[in-house]
């Protein structure tokens, strides 16, 4: 066995409990070896990994909020084929409580109320946010229109 450096980057190690699909990852990824797909029919959302394509650069794991990637030692990646070294992951996504598109991972929106949870915010600020929290971002706008259309009102009646 070859002895590693500290510090050495091997292939990223993916732990599907803990992601909750954001999609930061799959930004972040510079070799396009991350992915998502959304199946809009089925109301999933497919994350997948081809480490044919990855570089080991470790861009994955500084974004993941959930520490769901982490680079390990591991970097004999030979293989007789393209699926050995594909990696894939189901979620489900949610649907927004005004029109039923789906729009985010349920597990991101899950993740989204436990940090309002630990901010502490005052009850009715927290009932508003998680509100919108419910809504597809097309939703979302229409929903918050009014109270823009009030703040710039009053912001322009303040200077006359």
Not at 6 to 16: I, V
Not at 47 to 60: M, N, P, T, V
Not at 90 to 115: D, H, I, P, T
Not at 139 to 158: G, S, W, Y
Request: charge should be negative.
């Amino acid at each position: 066995p070859v002895e590693l450096p500290p510090g050495f980057r091997g292939k990223p190690e993916y732990n599907p409990e803990q992601c909750i699909a954001c999609a930061a990852c799959t930004i972040a990824c510079p070799s396009n070896a991350l992915s998502m797909e959304n199946d809009l029919e089925q109301g999933t959302r497919t994350w997948s990994i081809f480490y044919g394509r990855c570089i080991f650069c470790a861009r994955c794991e500084e974004v993941c909020p959930t520490g769901a990637i982490q680079l390990g030692d591991d970097f004999e990646l030979a293989s007789f084929s393209r699926e050995d070294l594909t990696i894939q992951a189901q979620f489900r996504l949610a649907s927004c409580a005004e029109c039923g598109a789906y729009f985010a991972s349920e597990k991101s929106q899950n993740y989204v109320l436990s940090l309002l949870e630990q901010a502490g915010l005052p009850p009715q600020e927290a009932d508003d946010r998680i509100a919108l929290l419910h809504l597809c971002p097309e939703c979302r706008r229409k929903n918050d229109l009014p109270r823009v259309k009030t703040l710039i009102q009053e912001a322009f009646h303040d200077r006359l």
